[in-house]
């Protein structure tokens, strides 16, 4: 029975899980937390309100009485109410077992959102074209080639080329700006860097 439990849940079959794999990598093979610290990655190709249900189910199923579940999706098109309704429905499933917390990963519009914090302050609310052309434009920059979807180095490339520490500034920033506004209301924005933090306390201290 590891100590420190983390079940997350992505909207995306491989752009979020490849990206949160890198993590779990390196934290299994950190000596000092590798036997304290468990990470389950669960795709679900759901969106929104069907990512935290797939994730009841899944607690459900295995009979998980203790750790956190995280959601981890996008804005996108979908609708507000079912947007912010995540959010809505994880604080309601927390108040029944507080050793088992639901926490909200969520990006708006997309998770390349939090990918480009880690080059640059970013405001401009736009489309996940006008973010990924961003991506285009600094790796080429960088002479890494071109962002893509489902990217198996995603998190090296962000951990060595980016700026992780200045990724989460940046979206506590925006976060803390959008103060009183719902998840569908702060775009763009990106509560991403929550789950980082979270994980980042397990990472091997030279990466760190």
């Given at each position: 029975?590891?100590?420190?439990?983390?079940?997350?849940?992505?909207?995306?079959?491989?752009?979020?899980?490849?990206?949160?794999?890198?993590?779990?990598?390196?934290?299994?093979?950190?000596?000092i937390y590798?036997?304290?610290?468990?990470?389950?990655?669960?795709?679900?190709?759901?969106?929104?309100?069907?990512v935290?249900?797939?994730?009841?189910e899944?607690?459900?199923?295995?009979?998980?009485?203790k750790?956190?579940?995280?959601?981890?999706?996008?804005?996108?098109?979908?609708?507000?109410?079912?947007?912010?309704?995540?959010?809505?429905?994880?604080?309601?499933?927390?108040?029944?077992?507080?050793?088992?917390?639901?926490?909200?990963?969520?990006?708006?519009e997309?998770?390349e959102?939090?990918?480009l914090?880690?080059?640059?302050?970013?405001?401009?609310?736009?489309?996940?074209?006008?973010?990924?052309?961003?991506?285009?434009?600094?790796?080429?920059?960088?002479?890494?080639g071109?962002?893509?979807?489902?990217?198996?180095?995603?998190?090296?490339?962000?951990?060595?080329?980016?700026?992780?520490?200045?990724?989460?500034?940046y979206?506590?920033?925006?976060?803390k700006?959008?103060?009183g506004?719902t998840?569908?209301?702060?775009a763009?924005?990106?509560?991403?860097?929550?789950?980082v933090?979270?994980?980042?306390k397990?990472l091997p201290?030279?990466?760190?």
């Open positions: 029975m590891k100590q420190y439990r983390y079940y997350i849940f992505c909207e995306g079959q491989q752009t979020e899980p490849l990206y949160f794999a890198g993590f779990k990598k390196l934290i299994e093979e950190n000596p590798k036997d304290m610290v468990l990470i389950e990655i669960e795709p679900c190709q759901a969106e929104t309100m069907r935290i249900g797939m994730a009841e899944y607690v459900k199923k295995n009979k998980i009485k750790g956190q579940i995280w959601c981890v999706y996008d804005k996108d098109s979908f609708p507000a109410e079912h947007f912010n309704g995540v959010v809505e429905r994880a604080e309601s499933l927390n108040k029944a077992n507080p050793e088992l917390q639901y926490h909200t990963a969520w990006s708006n997309c998770i959102f939090w990918f914090l880690h080059f640059a302050y970013y405001t401009a609310n736009n489309h996940r074209t006008e973010y990924i052309a961003f991506l285009n434009d600094k790796f080429k920059e960088l002479g890494i071109k962002y893509q979807k489902n990217m198996n180095n995603i998190f090296e490339i962000l951990m060595e080329y980016g700026n992780p520490k200045l990724a989460i500034r979206a506590k920033r925006i976060i700006d959008g103060t506004k998840p569908t209301e702060i763009p924005g990106t509560k991403v860097y929550e789950l933090e979270e994980l980042a397990y201290e030279e990466v760190r």
